[in-house]
């Protein structure tokens, strides 16, 4: 293979194949030099998706040290080592670079002993980190104002399996007051809630005056979730999409702030996170019977999710669209929309308030889209 069938990458003297190459095993190819000798190496990657610069400078980072000890057991005769030296003169910008390289060590520790892409995760977290805290700090402020005044707010978290609805509350409550919110997951209903009013187990759980509830799933379980699986009926079902619009109504009405949140996942993200979800042991817990189906039901849940905005989105008790490809914007999204359903004191005005258009997405935008091709 000759140099134009490769593209550089980010790191420097690395090159990746422009295609999987069919002479080996339809594999992406690397190109490096290491001591003056010319290298190719087989990624192990078919899909260039998969390959990003990281994962190949992690994998060749391996090869390198195995040859550099290859290299040094054969113990080749080199030049003197005089005539290798190469005097370089101490300058301002060398001693900057040392104090830097010195200063990046020690907080990084041993990184070489943790592989490359784990690192960069890593890395970025900590990033992610220190952006979120400015507005959970704004939560805290919000749930303070909630307590003074003794309003009473709502949210509740929808969306299909894997979506992230989880994982935006760990992240919105993480250091809000427990004393003053709950998370409510209500499970299979008792044979005694089969019997009632179907938003009276929800109601058990609404808040009392300067208290927040946060449901993972709501009362909207019957508009995707069970026609889906036949755990209600059509009759059921159409009962509830006539009513629910009245119902919070009637709950905004009563000075209950409602913030309805649908985290939309795409079919391709939510496949990988369930692919993490049966492969790492830190996760397998979150796989459940319902998970395995969601892909095949991908089309009916659709549907159902179609009837779901188009009918019950109202001026009261609108739906707020977050794209949760991407979790942490999705999650600074839904902070967003929260902190905004409030006129709280001493909120930080040089924050950015305003929706990511690309993320925060109106209904009407989600419905068009929907009708055109249903990846969301």
Known sequence: ????????TDFIGLYKSKIAHPTFGKKYIARFQLLKKRYMKV???DKVDNLTDIRAYSLLENYKNSLSNDLRQNKTPTKNIKEQAVKIEPNKETERLKEENKFLKSIIGDYKTVDLLTLQEGIQKVYDNAQMQEYQIELIKMQDHLEKSGKKMIIL??????SG?????????????????????????????KGQWFFQKYIEHFPTGGETVLFDRSWYNRAM????????????????????????HDLVRQDIILVKLYFSVS???????????????LKQWKLSEVDLQAQDL???????????????????????????????????????????????EDRNYSLNFEPAENINISVQK???RMRKKRDY
């Open 225 to 248: 979730v069970e026609p889906v699986f036949g755990f209600c009926s059509e009759h059921q079902y159409e009962i509830f999409m006539e009513d629910v619009v009245n119902f919070e």
């Open 1 to 8: 293979m000759n140099l134009h069938d490769f593209e550089k």
């Open 157 to 162: 978290f929808e969306g299909r399996d894997a």
């Open 298 to 344: 991908w089309d009916e849940f659709s549907e159902k999710k179609y009837e779901m905005l188009k009918r019950t989105h109202s001026r009261s008790a609108p739906w707020n669209i977050v794209r949760s490809d991407d979790k942490h914007k999705a999650r600074m999204e839904a902070i967003k929309i929260i902190l905004n359903s409030v006129d709280y």
């Open 165 to 193: 609805k989880g994982g935006a509350i760990r992240r919105m409550t993480r250091y809000m007051n427990a004393r003053h919110y709950k998370v409510v997951a209500l499970g299979k209903p008792t044979e005694t809630q």
């Open 366 to 368: 989600e419905l068009t």
């Open 43 to 45: 990624l192990g990657y």
């Open 267 to 281: 079919k391709e993200e939510q496949l990988k996170r369930f692919e993490s979800r049966r492969t790492n042991p």
